[in-house]
């Protein structure tokens, strides 16, 4: 499975952003895509899931502000981010986790998302 990030960008603190991620390849061995977000120096964190039945799951600190879903048009998914805060600024990665084995799971370039006034 190949993934493409699109929709990063920079943003004032309350505004919104729309991250997407489009899967091209075995679409049919993904169970669930993810959003994680990184800092340089720092590891990789849990944004958002959504599985293949389209159960979501979010972390504590976007709870009521991010919305994962499906994208069926790309065969992906998408991320929308409102009332964003300059804590977000971070570099947004999709995760493809797939049916066989984590080594089977992919990662797509990521995208840059700034909060700043």
């Known amino acids: 499975v190949q993934l493409v990030e699109s929709g990063g960008g920079l943003v004032q603190p309350g505004g919104s952003l729309r991250l997407s991620c489009a899967a091209t390849?075995?679409?049919?061995?993904?169970?669930?895509m993810s959003w994680y977000r990184q800092a340089p120096g720092k590891q990789r964190e849990f944004v958002a899931t959504?599985?293949?039945?389209?159960?979501?799951d979010y972390a504590t600190s976007v709870l009521g502000r991010f919305t994962i879903s499906k994208e069926p048009a790309n065969n992906g998914m998408y991320l929308q981010m409102n009332s964003l805060k300059h804590e977000n600024t971070d570099v947004y990665s999709c995760?493809?986790?797939?049916?066989?084995?984590?080594?089977?799971?992919?990662w797509g370039q990521g995208t840059q998302v700034t909060v700043s006034s």
């Open positions: 995760k493809s986790e797939s049916i066989w084995t984590a080594d089977d799971d992919t």
């Open positions: 390849g075995n679409i049919f061995s993904v169970k669930a």
């Open positions: 959504v599985t293949r039945d389209g159960s979501t």
